[in-house]
Every structure is written in C-alpha cells, then in structure tokens.
C-alpha cells in the first residue's frame, strides 16, 4: 500500500481547496507547470511570515487568478474584469489597517483594466499589484494579450502578432515607472527555481513596503502557460526565459521604500453610521416589500418619444409597487438625444424577489407614440395587455394577439389643461383597468412622491389620472 506521508504545508495557504471538490480535496484548477501555483505559494508564505495574514485581501480578478479565493488564507474580494485596482483603492482607504494585494493577469491588468493601473499607480494608492505576465488571455483560451510577443502565435493571431494589426507588446514596469508616485517596481520571473528565489524576495518586499504603509508597489512575474503555449512545462519555461525575457528584461526598475515616508492612518471620515444615514434618505418611509408567492411577476415596458415623460411614468409605477408593498424593479433605457428620440424604460412588480429588471416580452405594453407601438407590440405576451396613444395607430393588432386599447391619453391631458401629462394618463388608464392589481391609493401616492418637487403640478396630473381612469372604466370595464 502506498504510503503518504505529509512534511509540511506551505504557510498562508489553505489545507484543502474545495474546488476541485472532495475527491481531490488538495488539486487546484491550474494546470501544471503554471506559474500561478507558485506565487499564490510565495504570497501565502510571505504574509504568513510577516504575521500580517489577518489584514490583507487579496483581490482576485477575472482569468486563471479568478480563484485565489481558495488557496491564499487570507481575506479576499472578487472583482469585475480590469477593476481591481479601483476596488483596491476603496479598501485601502477605507480599511486603513488593511494591506491590499492586487493579483492580476496581463488581459486583466493592462488591457481591460489599463486605465485602473495607471491610475491608481498615479494616485500612490496603498497597495501592492502582483500582475502576472503570461503574454495570452490563458483562462478564455488564449487569445492575443496586450504583452503578446511580435511573432507569437494565438488563437486570435494564428499567423502571429504582427506590429502593424496588433501593435507592440505594452511593457507595464516600463509605463508605471514613468510615474512619480510609485515606491517599488520590478520584473521577475517564476520559470525556475533561481528566478523563483528572487521574485520570492520582491513578494517579500512589496509586502513589507505595504505592512509599512510606504505606498505603491508593482511587481511583474513572467509566468510560463504551456497550456496555451501548446508545449511540455520545461519548454514553456524556456519560452519564458528566451523569448519573453529578452523583450521584459528582468529588473528592478525602482525601489524608494528606504526614503519613503509611511502613509498616516487617516481617519475614516464615512463609516456604516454615513451610509445608513445616506440610505435613510433614500428611503421612501414605505418599508420593504412583504413577499407574496400568489401575486405573480408583471412586466411592464413604457416607450414613447424622449421629453414624453416614459421614464417618470415607469417611476410612478415603480413607487406604486413599492406603496403596495411590491417588489420593484425600474430599469432605464435612455437613447442617445436628450429631447425628441424614442426613449423606454422597464418595469417589474412582483410579489416575490425579482432575478433580473431586464427582459424581452412585457405582459404590458405602454406605447405613447408609434415608433414604441411598432417596435415593442410584437414583443408582447399572447396573454397580455397594450396601451397605446389613440395618435399612435388607427386600430393596432397585435401579432401575438394581445389585447390591444387605444387611449386618447395626448387628448385627455389637452383636454385638462395639461398636455404634457399624457404619461399621467396612462397611469389612470393601467389604474382604471386594475390589470396591475395595486390599489388606487398607491397610485395617487405615488404621483404625489413623484411630483413632490413640483407641488403646484399635483392637482392637474390627479385631474388627468382621474379623467383617464373613468375612461377605460367605461369602456373596458376592469380587467
Ligand atoms: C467584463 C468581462 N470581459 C471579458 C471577460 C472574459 N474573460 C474571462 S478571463 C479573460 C482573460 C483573462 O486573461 P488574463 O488577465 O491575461 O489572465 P490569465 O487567464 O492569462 O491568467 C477574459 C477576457 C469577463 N469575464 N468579463
């Protein structure tokens, strides 16, 4: 029988990594002869050695470093693709005892998230950024990175990156360097054990510049992908070392830690206390909505021309809901001209939490003028109800064969004294035909929240709504 016997367990890694699941309670998702492993290894060690373990978070980016969540025992946050460094920022400021490490890819780092590097460089943020350099996109297959080499083959460059279509690899030590505010920048390279030894010193470094609150610090680690580099580990290594070094020269580019000055612990001007009072100011006094499972999900599309009011009536319907105790959702869509192009907004109210404000075929069609009519209609349920402007269309039919209304809304606002609440009117007509199914109190409550800004508007739009409700009552009856 085999064996096995345990001599120790690298510090400030987990025992287990559970991402691999039971079976393999200790593989990770790297592939070998990755250069991943090794520096979440020397990362791990390092704040397990300088004790500062229970202060850092390590961010984890998008690509292979996307699961350093379960190896580095240490605190962590998942951030979007190329915005870790801006996360990074937040936390260093707001979390002022805390040592924030960056670990980042080249796509991740220096293509998608270029402007977050150079910024948070320039600004001296308090943080360390680890960027592993493997010259591809490794986890999405290997496509062209901005750090690609002049020649190298990718599934995007099959013939090889040429200067001409691609431009030239972005040497990101080299950029950083070019600023004032960085305290240490260097290059490194994790393809063999001598190269590992010195990038373990600069890990060791960076860390001990941030556990001194000395500033920002960069380090690059040329990193070996045989996977995508469609060869054996060693040959991968020396890829590393023959082709990608002689364009990323290993070098400490700058190291200012001796004269820099640490960074004062600032006091924490916004804590939970600001943010529960700036919440409180959103809050409608209405409170949260009450779940309930038989008030199935309504979804509401408003469209009509921009300057017709479409996106305060979706936030009139929006309060209406949450008066009714509803959950809400009000999911904008603006076009690109402030007055006069089409313009629409979504609405969800439902009796249970809502998985996502966006959809593509409304149970209720708000159109208020033709161009919304023509391209929202089709997209109605069989099983649903439009509203359109009686100016939109002569006799609109649905092509799913949804019930279709015509409402003067223009006309009964006119007919007010207040053109411009057509958007009101249609408020009343939905009111009007309970197809909603929210008492009419929400409704008035919620054109008062919505125009609490403009007192005098409040009894003219109560006139439209009223007037547009009695007609579809009479008419159509409730639904
Ligand atoms: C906003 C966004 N765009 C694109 C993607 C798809 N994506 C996932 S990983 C990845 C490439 C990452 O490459 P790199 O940063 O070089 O890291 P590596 O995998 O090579 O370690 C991309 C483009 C995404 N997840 N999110």
């Given amino acids: 029988m085999r064996e096995e016997r345990v001599l120790g367990y690298p510090k400030g890694l987990y025992r287990t990594f559970p991402r691999k699941g039971g079976s393999a309670p200790t593989a990770t998702h790297l592939c070998p002869g990755c250069g991943h492993g090794i520096l979440y290894k020397l990362i791990g060690e390092a704040i397990a050695d300088l004790g500062i373990q229970d202060r850092s978070v390590l961010l984890s980016p998008v690509g292979c470093a996307v699961f350093g969540y379960y190896y580095v025992d240490c605190g962590n946050v998942q951030t979007a693709h190329g915005r870790a460094p801006a996360?990074?920022?937040?936390?260093?400021?707001?979390?002022?005892?805390?040592?924030?490490?960056?670990?980042?890819?080249?796509?991740?780092?220096?293509?998608?998230?270029?402007?977050?590097?150079?910024?948070?460089?320039?600004?001296?943020?308090?943080?360390?950024?680890?960027?592993?350099?493997?010259?591809?996109?490794?986890?999405?297959?290997?496509?062209?990175?901005?750090?690609?080499?002049?020649?190298?083959?990718?599934?995007?460059?099959?013939?090889?990156?040429?200067?001409?279509?691609?431009?030239?690899?972005?040497?990101?030590?080299?950029?950083?360097?070019?600023?004032?505010?960085?305290?240490?920048?260097?290059?490194?390279?994790?393809?063999?054990?001598?190269?590992?030894?010195?990038?373990?010193?600069?890990?060791?470094?960076?860390?001990?510049?941030?556990?001194?609150?000395?500033?920002?610090?960069?380090?690059e680690f040329l990193s070996p992908c045989p996977t995508n580099m469609h060869c054996s580990s060693t040959e991968a290594a020396d890829f590393v070392t023959q082709q990608m070094e002689p364009e990323f020269p290993l070098k400490r580019f700058r190291d200012r830690s001796a004269e820099a000055t640490p960074a004062p612990v600032r006091e924490v001007k916004y804590g939970r206390e600001d943010l529960e009072a700036v919440l409180r100011d959103y809050d409608s006094g209405v409170g949260d909505p009450v779940p309930a499972p038989d008030v199935p999900e309504v979804r509401i599309r408003l469209a009509g021309f921009g300057g017709q009011g479409v996106l305060s009536l979706g936030t009139m319907l929006a309060h209406a809901g949450q008066m009714a105790r509803r959950f809400v959702t009000w999911y904008p869509s603006y076009g690109p001209e402030q007055r006069g192009g089409t313009s629409n907004c979504s609405v969800t109210l439902s009796g249970q939490p809502i998985g996502t404000p966006a959809f593509m075929h409304p149970d209720v069609l708000v159109a208020l003028n033709g161009p919304a009519l023509e391209k929202f209609g089709p997209e109605v349920l069989a099983s649903g109800l439009i509203l359109y402007d009686a100016k939109a269309a002569t006799a609109y039919v649905s092509p799913n064969g949804a019930k279709c209304i015509a409402v003067p809304a223009l006309e009964l606002a006119a007919s007010c004294g207040t053109p411009r609440a057509a958007n009101t009117a249609m408020l009343g007509a939905l009111a009007g035909l309970d197809s909603l199914r929210l008492p009419e109190s929400s409704f008035s409550e919620a054109m008062a929240m919505a125009l609490a800004g403009k007192p005098k508007l409040i009894p003219a739009n109560r006139d439209v709504f009223a007037a547009a409700a009695a007609w579809v009552r009479e008419r159509h009856g409730k639904r």
């Fill in 87 to 219: 996360v990074g920022a937040a936390i260093a400021r707001l979390a002022q005892n805390s040592i924030v490490i960056s670990y980042q890819g080249d796509g991740d780092l220096a293509s998608i998230g270029l402007g977050e590097t150079l910024h948070a460089a320039n600004r001296g943020e308090r943080m360390v950024i680890f960027f592993v350099n493997n010259a591809v996109y490794a986890m999405t297959g290997g496509q062209l990175a901005p750090t690609t080499l002049i020649g190298q083959r990718t599934t995007t460059t099959p013939e090889g990156r040429t200067a001409q279509v691609d431009g030239f690899p972005l040497h990101m030590c080299e950029l950083v360097d070019q600023l004032a505010t960085p305290v240490y920048i260097e290059r490194c390279s994790l393809a063999d054990a001598r190269r590992i030894r010195k990038a373990r010193t600069a890990v060791r470094k960076a860390l001990e510049i941030q556990r001194d609150r000395k500033g920002f610090a960069f380090v």
